[in-house]
């Protein structure tokens, strides 16, 4: 059972630099979201998407792009790497229709991102 | 828009005593309440979760939460902490927004267990 699946899982970037976070799942879930770990703000969410070919703004979307072109994949881009942007990402999917449904999330294992 | 509050940064106690961690939410109807736990380096797991019916609810790993409607609560509890259950504990709440679930996570609560 593969669930949610983020790669790399570590990543060093200088500033400036560009790269893509991938994550996959293989659940048929309509709902995947990508979240920022920073010590002591919780989980914030970036970017969600409710289908292939919608996607939207979380709390904290600068500086980073979504898209959604099939129900698996949802990546990550960032255009332009700050420092700022040091954290450990994670992917999330649910399902958000049918009997029960309740936004509970899967969580992929996580991605640690040092921007110098 | 829905919130959710941890009262508690970190929490310490002794393997085998009791454990209690509080959540408070905010929403204007009956949320979808969540519990996951993350342990050092691995992603979230679920714990428990409550949409409807008991408020009393049973997870994994020994843990239980109850729903308490008049104080907006979800408080996480266990009667005997093991040292493997050292982990950060995150509250969350699922509300609709527009024919979605997008839910609102706490900001964690850090258990440390003391042998």
């Known amino acids: 059972n593969a669930g949610v699946t983020q790669t790399p899982k570590f990543q060093v970037l200088k500033t400036g630099q560009s790269m893509t976070l991938q994550c996959a799942q293989d659940?048929?879930?309509?709902?995947m979201s990508w979240y920022r770990q920073d010590p002591g703000m919780g989980l914030r969410l970036i970017h969600y998407?409710?289908?292939?070919?919608?996607?939207d703004q979380g709390e904290v979307p600068n500086g980073y792009n979504v898209s959604r072109s099939t129900t698996e994949d949802f990546p990550l881009r960032l255009l332009s790497a700050a420092p700022s942007q040091t954290s450990v990402y994670f992917c999330?999917?649910?399902?958000?229709?049918?009997?029960?449904?309740?936004?509970?999330?899967?969580f992929g294992e996580g991605s640690r991102l040092t921007v110098l | 828009a829905q919130s959710v509050t941890q009262p508690d940064i970190h929490i310490t106690v002794s393997e085998g005593a009791s454990l209690e961690l509080r959540c408070n939410y905010s929403?204007?109807?009956?949320?979808?309440l969540f519990w996951y736990v993350q342990s050092p380096g691995q992603g979230l797991q679920l714990l428990l979760k409550?949409?409807?019916?008991?408020?009393l609810v049973q997870g994994i790993k020994g843990f239980e939460a109850e729903f308490k409607r008049s104080q907006s609560s979800f408080n996480l509890r266990k009667p005997s902490v093991h040292w493997s259950d050292a982990a950060e504990y995150f509250c969350?709440?699922?509300?609709?927004?527009?024919?979605?679930?997008?839910?609102?996570f706490g900001r964690g609560t850090s258990l440390i267990v003391h042998p």
């Open positions: 999330a999917s649910s399902s958000q229709t049918g009997q029960g449904a309740t936004g509970e999330l899967f």
């Open positions: 659940m048929n879930h309509e709902y």
């Open positions: 998407s409710v289908g292939a070919g919608i996607t």
């Open positions: 929403y204007g109807a009956t949320p979808y």
């Open positions: 409550y949409f409807s019916g008991d408020t």
């Open positions: 969350a709440v699922g509300a609709p927004t527009g024919g979605s679930y997008i839910p609102t």
